[in-house]
Every structure is written in C-alpha cells, then in structure tokens.
C-alpha cells in the first residue's frame, strides 16, 4: 500500500508536543512520581520505554565494547568494560575539576520566583527603523527571554513587551520595530536593573548572575557534616579514569584501547527542559580510549567518525544528524579537539554526543591528587625514555536518554493508510521495543488457538506481542504507534494452508509466509 507524502518532524508544528503524548500514552516515558505532582527534571521509563532505551544501550554496548569497529589499520582494537560506583571518593571530584569549576551562571527572578541560566536567557532592546533606514535603539527598558544569548530571532514577546511595542508603534507610524540583542546586560548592574524578565511585570528583578554547582550532595555515613559530603557523579567518565590502574594491572590490555561504561549521571540543571533532553538524571555511555599523545590526533578522527556513523546504522536520517567541530574558544583548556553529534530536534540543533581529546589532563589531575603513578607502561617500547607515560585520551561521550529521544523524533511519523490518518514510530527493527506482534484475523473458527500457538512459539526467542481485541486495523494501527516492525495475522488460510500474512509496519504491505519460516523470517530482519 502506497504511502502518504510525509513531512520530516522539523516541518510539523506541535510536533514535539505530539511526540511527548505518545509517549504518555503508549508508556514510553511518564513524568516521575507523576502521582505525587511529578518532578521537574526527573522522567520514567514505561514498559515499551524501557525496551527501546535498553535496545539502545545493548546496541551500543555490543557495538563499542564486545564487537567494536576495527581500528584504523584493520586491526581489532582492545576494548573492555566496566560499571563504576555512583559515589565515589569526593577527591575524586576535586581533581577532575567539578567540585570547583562544574557549574552554570544562575539568575532569579524576585518577582515571579523563577531561576535561568544566565546563558540561557536573551537580553534585547526594541529598535525603530524609520522609512530612510535610520535606526533609534529605544534602550529605556530592556526584556528578556528564554533564548541564545546575542540571538533575537524567535524571541518569544510577554506582556510588557508587547505593549511597549503597540505603544511605540503607535508614536512611530510606518517604522518597523524590532528587537536587538544587548549582549552581557545581565552582567551589567545598571543594564540589568532595566530588565524585565520573561512573566515579570516591572523591570530590575532579576539577581546578578551567580555560579551554581551542579553536583547534587549527599552524605555518606551517620554523621551528616563536612567531612561526610559526597556528590552523585556528573558524569561516567571518572569512574573509569581512577581505574586506569586496576584495568591495566588486570585485563592485560595494552595502549591503544578502550574503557566503556554505561550508567547514571545526575546533574542539578538549573532549567530542566525539552522533556528529557535535560533531565536532571540520566544515563550516559561513555568512552574512555587511552592512546600515544603522537597518535591522539588520529584516533580523534576515527571516533569522530565511528560514532557519527553509529546512529546512521540505527537507521538515523542523515538530514537530521550533524557532526560539528568546536571552534578553538569553545575548547576546554586542557583539550586538543571536541566535535559534537548534533540531531536537528523538534525544538532546535542540538547534541546528541559529544567526542572530546582531552589530552592528558585526567589522569594527570588524578596522579597528583592521589600521590600514585598513573603511568603506562609499555615493556615493548625499545626506548627506554617512552616506556613510561601518561597517555592520552579520546572521550566519545553519549547520552542514552537523549538518544532514545532523538530516535523516537526521528522514527515519529504521521501519514494516511487507506484514507485514515496514523501515528507510526518507524523504528529500526532492532530499536523496536516490540519485534512482531501476532493476530488472529477474528475471534473463533479456531484462529486465536492457532495464534496463541504461533505466538508462544515465537516468544522463546524473540519480544512478540498477541492482541485479538478490536477490529484488524485498529490492531495494526497500535502496532504502528509502538513501532512494531511486523504483525502476523492468522486468517483461514493458516488453517487450511499452513501460512499466515506478515505486514510490513513501514510499506504496509504484505506477504504470506509458511507458519515453519517465520521464525527464520523475522531472525533475519531483526538481525537476531
Ligand atoms: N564526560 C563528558 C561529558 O559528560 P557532556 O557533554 O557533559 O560530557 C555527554 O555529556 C553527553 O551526556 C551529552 O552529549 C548528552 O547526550 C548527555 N547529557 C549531558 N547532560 C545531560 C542532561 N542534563 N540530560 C540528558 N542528557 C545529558
């Protein structure tokens, strides 16, 4: 059956908001402790969420750390995993640097009592552009809004603002007026105290910018003083840099290789936003692959790339996936290059993952915090002076949660099957939380017996799904939204012929395959 044109999720209005019900309503991700008013930053997975983000995980944990990719000459390279304490020594946060410098420049609002990032709000004046193209900057009273500091496009327009705009164009007939960024206001004391933020209703509410750390704290023990202060870790990747030591004095691996490690990270966002794009727990997987500081440069490039091309396997629309290289003033100063998978999102390009050469600064910063010699040592190097070093780190570093949401944007879909409207997710059958699902065609003449023996057959090795309530397309259409690949429908030729129909969730159409193939069928679609 023929499909629909279709628009990418970018052309759609109110698709993100459309993506956000699915997922309540099919039990992809529910707000948290939703009975209790929920928690802003916090989001759980539901019964078909949790297969799709595992799927994800597995994926990647089979791709990067027990199959990876063969290096650049061809050859194998050595990975290894490991899964790390959430809470570890809080030295450990010192030396990597976020018990003093991992936090975001924080503002808030006396009036309304909200709290921004000071780079995430957008200072501007108004602007009127006379007929002859004069411009007067009308700088009295400035506003703010959620947006890119410097950027005025798509500013969003409160109450105050709009009617400062019908008042200037009232005095102003035939000029345009139009909003200009006024960069660093908020650091300014008398520019700020022109603002008015974004639902306030009088300028010079807004606090001066603050750092705000964002490691949540916690206490480890009875006593809950300053020597028992802990943090939930930011980030996977240290957990793997204090154990350099222990995987190399265990795992026999040798320089160049790899440390994968898939787990929670918590970060105290101070705007949680776009679902669960920033949350404020989420799951990282993370890469760390020590390597010669002669060969860095080079392994760069080759994660750049293997992790780029990784979601295009996944069957990620290449229009949406961007790989782009930071320019120099966006470096950290200890990296030597960090380029960022970028995913056009619903609500704007943004990053899917980071890969960052970060040079050898962690295990530097760990060698000295912790007094122990966190060299490598290469007992095959001829030279003696190279036989001990530190070496240096490429860092592939990935988000499960905002992978499993930019898969669920890229595979959300709205077309017309047979003049009828449908949602379908058009998963990459290995992603799909649920592979196949069986039908019988109606309720009796022995087909749901027949269903359910098909059914418990295919469950020994694959996730099926059995449903023989409502009408056949209604059955097809939840298929669709789940992002089921196949449905098996059992009709009187199963009975009478041995065969059943298997539909294709994409195309729609249909084929009839001998009951004895179907598992054969589907392992070789699935990859499985
Ligand atoms: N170890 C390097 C590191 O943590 P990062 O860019 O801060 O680098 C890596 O984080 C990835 O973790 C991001 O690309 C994103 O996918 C994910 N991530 C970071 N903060 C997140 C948040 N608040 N919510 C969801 N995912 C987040």
Redesign the pocket.
Known sequence: MPEAAQQSPQQQPNVMESIVSLCKRRGFVYPASEIYGGLN?FWDYGPLGVLLKNNIRDHWWRNMVETPPLGPDGKVIDMVGIDTAIIQNPKTWIASGHVGGFSDPMVDDRETRARYRADQLAVYALEVVAADGSVRVDNEVLFAAPGEVGKTDNVELFEPHRKRVASIQKNNAGKEVRPVAVPNALQDEALRAKVIAPGASAPGTLTAPRAFNLMFKTHVGALEDNQSVTYLR?????GIFVNFKNVTDTARVRVPFGIGQIGK?F?N?IN?RNF?????????M?IEFFCRASESAQWYQYWRERRYRWYLDLGMKQANLHLREHEASELAHYAAGCA??EYDFPFGRS????I?NRTDFDLRQHSQMSGKDLRYFDDQEPNEEARRFLPHVI?P???????TLAFLCDAFSEDEVGGEPRTVLKLHPRLAPIKAAVFPLVKKDGMPEKALEIYRSLKQRFNVYYDEKAAIGRRYRRQDEAGTPFCITVDGETLSAGSVTVRERDSCQQARIGVGELASYLGERLGA
């Open positions: 930053g930011p980030e996977t990747a240290q990270a970060r966002e949680p669960t794009f920033r949350s404020r727990e989420f799951e990282q993370e960022d998978v990053e899917l993952e980071g960052a860092e570093s990935a988000g499960a949660d905002r992978g």
